[in-house]
């Protein structure tokens, strides 16, 4: 974690607090902030004394208004974490994102960071780098939750002078745990290191940032990174030797996409190659 806590730091919501990257940052974040509020639907047990805990869901209007109150940044994580029927992503990837930021707005928050996904762009050919410049190319419903979130940021800057960024969280793990995580992994320091950037940079109007470690072998790249002051320090290189094996055929489309496995599900190759009949 950077420098010392101070009175300027902003008060933060952190949704989605119990799942992975939630309980992640809950716990490098305990006592930095003057106030943590830690949402979720599920309960979540506080850790220091600047925690407030609010249990609900965020399709209520006054729990989102609630989990606003008060608040100078929002940590959005809370979703569906991977692909889903629509019957699921629609509620609560969209139509939930949009209760947060509607708060949000209503209650003069000025500061919102996304957790979008490598999924709002997985359907790029792996074999080229990617940057921020090309097109949303979603891979999956959850995917285009995300292209949706980072739609609705984009807007909220725009037109009501909030300062959004969308993180582009590749694989968040302990470690690296095939082929593709050579590249697309960021460890737990990265993660609550670049939440903090997200949090802390001044004013920076609308970024979107790939949420990658220092991996030797990433292939996104992130201009914004650098004007939110993100340096990641961690490497997926290190377990290199024992991960090159575990990786799909070559061919295969969780091989031939940046978005790994979420590109294979229900795909029709368009040269009608291998589909089911
Ligand atoms: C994601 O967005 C998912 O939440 C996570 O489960 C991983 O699959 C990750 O992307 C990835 O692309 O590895």
């Not at 119990?18 to 830690?38: D, V, W």
């Not at 031939?256 to 599900?265: N, S």
Request: aromatic share 8%; with cysteine.
């Amino acid at each position: 974690m950077g420098e010392a806590p101070s009175a300027a730091l902003p008060r933060v919501l952190l949704t989605g607090a119990a799942g992975g990257i939630g309980r992640c940052l809950h716990r490098a974040f305990a006592g930095r902030y003057p106030r943590l509020r830690l949402a979720d639907r599920v309960p979540v047990t506080a850790l220091h004394g600047s925690d407030e805990v609010l249990t609900g869901d965020l399709l209520d209007p006054s729990v989102a208004a609630a989990a606003v109150r008060d608040i100078d940044c929002i940590v959005h994580l809370a979703g569906i974490p991977k692909e889903n029927t629509w019957e699921q992503i629609l509620p609560n990837n969209i139509v939930a994102t949009i209760s947060l930021f509607e708060a949000a707005r209503g209650a003069g928050v000025r500061r919102i960071v996304f957790a979008s996904s490598n999924h709002a762009v997985g359907y790029h050919d792996a074999a080229h780098a990617l940057g921020i410049e090309q097109p949303v190319r979603p891979d999956s419903r959850y995917g285009v939750s995300k292209v949706f979130g980072e739609a609705l940021g984009r807007m909220y800057v725009d037109k009501y002078a909030m300062t959004v960024a969308c993180l582009r969280i590749g694989s968040f793990r302990e470690r690296p745990e095939d082929s593709r995580q050579l590249s697309t992994w960021i460890g737990h320091c990265d993660m609550a290191e670049l939440a903090r950037c997200a949090i802390e940079a001044p004013d920076y109007g609308f970024a979107i940032v790939y949420g990658v470690s220092a991996n030797r072998r990433a292939k996104w790249a992130s201009p914004d990174a650098l004007r939110l002051g993100y340096r990641p320090a961690q490497d997926a290189e290190a377990w290199a030797a024992e991960l090159e094996a575990i990786a799909p055929p070559p061919g295969d489309p969780a091989a031939r996409f940046h978005g790994g496995a979420f590109c294979a599900l229900e795909y029709l190759d368009p040269r009608g190659e291998g589909n089911k009949p």
